[in-house]
């Protein structure tokens, strides 16, 4: 399979629970990142790992935490979240950290908090 | 640091009108620059893209050429189609910080 692929597209969770979303790519890619994107708000960059490394952590709360076992598999755990985390979170991967060929981008996770 | 500037949208166009999406940046260095584009329910896709000045880059009828002179990457179409309708993003490789900046999108409708 090539690209980037996300699972699940569609969570519901409610505020306790605790649930992990998955991103894969089989590119060779060595950079994968998480985003987040709300309605009418620009995208934010949540996490970047470069070669299995964090790298970036823009003061996101700790409810999300993010996890790299190797380079082609990154994961968002979640736990205890509000509603205003519903939103769309968009993985990507990039040769390199600098993106000079650019990103390659999951179908992203529709995630709604009740 | 780096950053990117897009045209306030939604534009609204009928089918096979000319687009012009603007896109200004500023940079330190000499980034790429990109366009995505983000149909209703999906991810980012990769439309083009310029790595270096004078550059232009295309894909599926649109063109944006780097223009180092006017810090710009304007994307143009010569003729819309209904399924062109989406958000456009533009970015540039922001390599002193070594990470892509994104605009805030610019939604494209355009109806029959």
């Known amino acids: 399979e090539t690209g980037v692929t996300q699972t699940p597209r569609h969570l519901v969770m409610g505020m306790t629970n605790k649930k992990s979303l998955k991103c894969e790519q089989h590119?060779?890619?060595?950079?994968m990142y998480w985003y987040k994107q709300s309605a009418k708000k620009p995208l934010e960059l949540m996490f970047v790992?470069?070669?299995?490394?964090?790298?970036e952590n823009n003061s996101v709360p700790s409810r999300f935490s993010p996890e790299c076992p190797n380079s082609s598999h990154l994961f968002l755990h979640l736990h205890t979240l509000q509603p205003e985390d519903s939103a769309l979170y968009l993985c990507?991967?990039?040769?390199?950290?600098?993106?000079?060929?650019?990103?390659?981008f999951g179908s992203g996770t529709r995630l709604t908090v009740v | 640091g780096d950053s990117v500037t897009q045209m306030e949208g939604p534009v609204t166009l009928s089918e096979e009108a000319f687009l012009t999406i603007n896109c200004t940046y500023t940079?330190?260095?000499?980034?790429?620059l990109f366009w995505y584009v983000q149909y209703p329910g999906e991810g980012l896709q990769l439309l083009l893209k310029?790595?270096?000045?004078?550059d232009k880059g295309s894909n599926k009828g649109f063109e944006a050429t780097y223009r180092k002179e006017t810090t710009s990457f304007h994307l143009e179409k010569g003729s819309v189609q209904v399924s062109d309708s989406a958000v456009y993003f533009c970015?540039?490789?922001?390599?002193?910080?070594?990470?892509?900046?994104f605009g805030t999108g610019t939604r494209l409708l355009v109806s029959p």
């Open positions: 990507a991967s990039s040769q390199d950290k600098g993106g000079y060929y650019g990103y390659t």
């Open positions: 590119l060779g890619h060595n950079a």
């Open positions: 790992y470069s070669l299995e490394e964090r790298v």
């Open positions: 940079a330190t260095g000499y980034p790429s």
């Open positions: 310029a790595t270096k000045a004078d």
């Open positions: 970015a540039l490789s922001d390599r002193d910080f070594q990470k892509l900046v």
